[in-house]
């Protein structure tokens, strides 16, 4: 029989009064409530001062008679909805370091994908809530990394706490204030660039896919090519035309490093992303163009670089550790960290350059 608003609210506050703390998944679950409702009669009942509000959790409040609540509610029961574009290649390792978090808490998580269709990611995201989520792990399908005005809105008015992976927000956009971890992508080109000119090399040039990691790699190359004081290399042709196709990419990209190359103007080359590169290295090989000795090349994202016929030297972020730390950071929101962080958190952790073949300068033992 469904109860009536008043109650439901009694109901709450005998079981809160009882236990001293309970999490919002558990009380829903007992009550046979959704957790979205639950949580509108437990706002309800704070305004009034009847109870206090932990992320996740129901708390008797202090100072009046009830049982002390507990110091940090367990993780048992909890649910962690996670929305991403695909579970394939770049965001396996980002939901498999994700899913270990969770469960290493004790929590459950649940996964949503966007597949990179407009509004899939407020869809999945409301209906991974609807089902008993207590909060959100969500990288939204922004073009080129972050929201344009006006665009994400949604993913800052949620009750329910959220993390943004591999995404962030300009400053001043609603969503700049939410929690997020992502990998530094501009300082990851910005490594690829200084290892280069270590070498010797001062005319780099940069080919990259379009992604929503273009942009920071596009940043952290110019940064460094001008902090190094290295000679300007005119822009790949497709970062003012993107490519129609796949075809259409590794055709103009092959000529615009032949180009450099047999102009003088091109020693090295970073290439977004290692599949692209050992799709390429074959190809300038046929136009004579010889890797490493003509033409170094760093490739970007490591997921397959080490297995090239000539291995490639590759930066790779450290997609598990990602999501790892957004995972704990949501949790400790959800209050199952002792030491929860107080204010809001903008994390960036730095990706590695592995050494290999191809940019003449192979590490021992790589």
């Not at 792990?137 to 949604?154: D, I």
């Not at 008015?157 to 927000?169: F, G, H, M, Y």
């Not at 300038?284 to 291995?311: F, H, N, T």
Request: net charge negative; proline share 6%.
């Amino acid at each position: 029989m469904r109860l009536h608003v008043d109650q439901r609210h009694e109901r709450v506050l005998q079981l809160v009064r009882e236990r001293g703390s309970l999490r919002v998944a558990e009380l829903a679950e007992e009550l046979g409530m959704s957790a979205v409702t639950l949580r509108r009669d437990v706002e309800m009942l704070a305004a009034q001062g009847l109870v206090e509000r932990l992320h996740g959790a129901v708390v008797w409040p202090s100072g009046a008679s009830g049982p002390a609540p507990s110091a940090a509610p367990s993780a048992e029961g909890l649910v962690v909805g996670m929305v991403v574009p695909t579970t394939e290649y770049y965001y396996a390792d980002v939901v498999r370091g994700a899913r270990e978090a969770v469960e290493a808490a004790g929590a459950r998580l649940t996964i949503g994908l966007s597949r990179y269709l407009p509004d899939e990611d407020e869809a999945q995201a409301l209906r991974l809530l609807s089902t008993g989520a207590d909060g959100l792990l969500l990288t939204p399908s922004w073009e080129r990394g972050h929201p344009e005005p006006g665009e994400g809105l949604w993913a800052a008015e949620q009750e329910a706490p959220v993390v943004l992976v591999e995404r962030w927000a300009p400053l001043g956009h609603p969503v700049a204030g939410l929690d997020r971890v992502r990998s530094d992508h501009a300082h990851g080109a910005a490594e690829a660039v200084a290892h280069l000119a270590g070498l010797g090399h001062r005319s780099i040039a940069l080919a990259v896919q379009e992604s929503p990691t273009a942009p920071r790699l596009r940043a952290g190359y110019a940064a460094a090519v001008a902090a190094l004081g290295l000679s300007p290399v005119a822009a790949s042709p497709l970062q003012d035309t993107p490519s129609r196709s796949e075809a259409d990419r590794f055709e103009r990209t092959l000529e615009y490093l032949c180009e450099g190359v047999a102009g003088g103007d091109v020693t090295a080359a970073i290439v977004h992303s290692d599949a692209d590169a050992i799709v390429l290295i074959p190809r300038l090989q046929a136009r004579g163009v010889r890797v490493p000795e003509d033409l170094a090349v760093i490739a970007y994202d490591d997921e397959v670089a080490s297995l090239a016929d000539l291995p490639l030297t590759a930066v790779a972020p450290d997609k598990h550790a990602v999501g790892a730390a957004a995972a704990k950071l949501l949790l400790s929101r959800l209050g199952v960290s002792d030491e929860g962080p107080a204010a809001r958190r903008h994390l960036d952790i730095l990706p590695t350059l592995r050494v290999r073949v191809s940019c003449g300068a192979a590490a021992a033992g790589a």
